[in-house]
């Protein structure tokens, strides 16, 4: 069994930073990558960063600048750091990683934190 758990979502005002935590747990053979995703109110859930095993990272064009997403391999923790938050960054946070548990790579989520900004 595998879990993925968030942490640090929350109220803040618009300029201000949050540091999201997503830690991966459970019979865990190897990541591939891992990222964050959102989903605010009426809207499709959007990729906002993801990062390889090795470090390579992609952006949402909209949290460039902004945001950065960041992994600790032997914690098997993903990090996003979210500064000059904005008011249409409110949404529902989710992580995501793609782990090896035997043979199969398999999509995994968490269940969501909620970053709210306040204008």
């Known amino acids: 069994q595998v879990q993925l758990v968030e942490s640090g979502g929350g109220l803040v005002q618009a300029g201000g930073s949050l540091r999201l935590s997503c830690a991966a747990s459970?019979?865990?053979?190897?990541?591939?990558?891992m990222g964050w995703y959102r989903q605010a109110p009426g809207k499709q859930r959007e990729l906002v960063a993801d990062?390889?095993?090795?470090?390579?990272?992609n952006y949402a064009d909209s949290v460039k600048g902004r945001f950065t997403i960041s992994r600790d391999n032997a914690k098997n923790t993903v990090y996003l750091q979210m500064n000059s938050l904005e008011p249409e960054d409110t949404a529902v946070y989710y992580c995501?990683?793609?782990?090896?548990?035997?043979?199969?790579?398999?999509?995994?989520w968490g269940q969501g934190t909620q970053v709210t900004v306040s204008s």
């Open positions: 995501n990683a793609v782990i090896r548990v035997m043979a199969t790579p398999i999509n995994y």
């Open positions: 459970g019979s865990i053979f190897s990541i591939n990558a």
């Open positions: 990062i390889t095993r090795i470090g390579s990272t």
